[in-house]
Nanobody, 126 residues
Framework: QVQVQESGGGSVHAGGSLTLSCAASGRALVSYAMGWFRQAPGEAREFVAARTYHNIEYYSDSVKDRFTIFAGGAENTVSLQMNSLKPDDTAVYYC????????????????????WGQGTQVTVSS
């Protein structure tokens, strides 16, 4: 079983920054990729960013050029630097990981991630 620990959520004003961090652990855990999704109230969970073990990064159009995903200092860790935050970024952010390559290369599908964190709230006020 994989355990996932997220940290770094909080409340900021528009234009502010936050950094989310995630660490996954489990017996013989090797992640092909780790990433972040978010879910606003009443909305579906949506892809934010992901990073593969061979350093390929993916971003949604809504966060590209504002958010940066990067590896943590240890295996199975990932962080998300979020700059120029907007009220529309308000959501619960979930760390997710995949132990196998993305089916059909679809990095943005929740179905291609097999472990998840509990989520951390990010609130951006105007």
């Amino acid at each position: 079983q994989v355990q996932v620990q997220e940290s770094g959520g909080g409340s900021v004003h528009a234009g502010g920054s936050l950094t989310l961090s995630c660490a996954a652990s489990g017996r013989a855990l090797v992640s092909y990729a780790m990433g972040w999704f978010r879910q606003a109230p009443g909305e579906a969970r949506e892809f934010v960013a992901a990073r593969t073990y061979h350093n390929i990064e993916y971003y949604s159009d809504s966060v590209k050029d504002r958010f940066t995903i990067f590896a943590g200092g240890a295996e199975n860790t990932v962080s998300l630097q979020m700059n120029s935050l907007k009220p529309d970024d308000t959501a619960v952010y979930y760390c997710a990981g995949s132990r196998t390559p993305f089916y059909n290369g679809n990095y943005s599908s929740t179905e291609n991630y097999d472990y998840w964190g509990q989520g951390t709230q990010v609130t951006v006020s105007s």
